[in-house]
Nanobody, 120 residues
Framework: QVQLVESGGGLVQAGGSLRLACAAS????????MAWYRQAPGKQRELVAR???????TYADSVQGRFTISRDNARNTVYLQMNSLKPEDTAVYYC??????????????WGQGTQVTVSS
């Protein structure tokens, strides 16, 4: 089994910064893409940022230039640096990892979510 544990959420004023982290552990042979999603109340879950094993990144238009996704492959950890936060960034943020296990199964795993609240 594989577990994803997120950390770093909290309450911040508009214009502030937060850094999220997500550490994967368990029967991991390799991790392909890792990503951050978010879900605001009453809205669908949406992709925020994604990073491949090789380091290629993509961002939602709404966070481009403000958020930066990175990963530490040695630690099986993905980060999301969030700057210039806006109230509309308020959501539960979820980590996602595309994992190949030692049993050669390739599965998408999710973290439990971490709340980010941006006050105006």
């Amino acid at each position: 089994q594989v577990q994803l544990v997120e950390s770093g959420g909290g309450l911040v004023q508009a214009g502030g910064s937060l850094r999220l982290a997500c550490a994967a552990s368990g029967s991991i042979r390799s991790i392909n893409a890792m990503a951050w999603y978010r879900q605001a109340p009453g809205k669908q879950r949406e992709l925020v940022a994604r990073i491949t094993a090789g380091g290629s990144t993509t961002y939602a238009d709404s966070v481009q230039g403000r958020f930066t996704i990175s990963r530490d492959n040695a630690r099986n950890t993905v980060y999301l640096q969030m700057n210039s936060l806006k109230p509309e960034d308020t959501a539960v943020y979820y980590c996602n990892a595309d994992v190949t296990t030692y049993g050669s199964l390739r599965t998408s795993y999710w973290g439990q979510g971490t709340q980010v609240t941006v006050s105006s």
